[in-house]
């Protein structure tokens, strides 16, 4: 069992509370909320229980500290905000593309949208 200290304990423990609807204040932890929200969602839209998300953020906080090295909030320069953007765009694409599969053939293909032509 792999023990977790330091800021992954942290970000288990914020995890943890905010699925319990006691987030840190302000807007860190409403979107913090809205994080989990949207993952316990997923979870069960895939039949898997709620519990999972913490075993799974666990399990990719492992992988994470095996390849880049313990968390560290404060050290790491990256803009965590950003990343975490990037990475809700991602899950937009995801859910859109999950969309037309369970669409089918039902509706017409290749629409376009106005403001971002296909080039």
Sequence with gaps: MTSYEGDEGEVLALVSRATHHDAPPGDVGRLLSSAVELATGLLRAQGRPDR??????????????RVYGPLDAHGDPRDWLQEAFEEAADACAYLGAEAIRRRGAMSPRGATCPDYPAR
């Design 52 to 65: 999972d998300l913490h075993r799974v953020l666990a399990e990719r906080l492992a992988m994470g500290r």
